[in-house]
């Protein structure tokens, strides 16, 4: 199912359900999504989808860092775990380090972590992990140093 299509869906049960805080979240990222597809002029891909998502999720998240009323904070962290459940749960530091076994020792041998970063990156771009840069740039951290 799509992105568009999941969010419709959700957005219908929320409305049923009478959870007008999901609801009015994720009609605000359908908006977004819409207005990013009539701009491009087609269809969005799963990675533009996601993308969109994540920029909204950075602005939630900075605005939840210098909102100082806690029930504010409270919604706003609400409103972000609603729109993090729209995205592919991104692997662990564990299954990050499993994927990376296979070029641990070019990650070694690299000359600094920036470099080491690029040789993890490229092979996991291979793979069909979603990961997060900070756990990566761990797990290329704890590596090196081993």
């Not at 891909?45 to 920029?55: D, G, Q």
């Amino acid at each position: 199912m799509s992105m568009l299509a999941e969010i419709k869906t959700r957005i219908t049960a929320a409305m049923k359900s009478g959870n007008t805080l999901e609801r009015g979240i994720l009609k605000v990222v359908l908006g977004d999504l819409q207005s990013n597809e009539t701009r491009k002029g087609a269809a969005l891909t799963v990675e533009e989808c996601e993308l969109t998502v994540r920029k909204i999720i950075k602005g939630v998240s900075e605005t939840i860092a210098v909102t100082a009323d806690p029930a504010a904070k409270a919604t706003l962290e609400a409103e972000k775990a609603i729109m993090e459940s729209l995205l592919p749960k991104a692997a662990s530091a564990d299954e990050v380090r499993a994927a990376l076994a296979p070029v641990a020792d070019a990650i070694r041998a690299a000359g600094n972590d920036g470099q080491a970063t690029g040789v993890a990156m490229k092979h996991l771009k291979t793979t069909t992990l979603v990961v997060a840069g900070p756990v990566v740039s761990e797990v290329v951290k704890s590596l090196r140093l081993k």
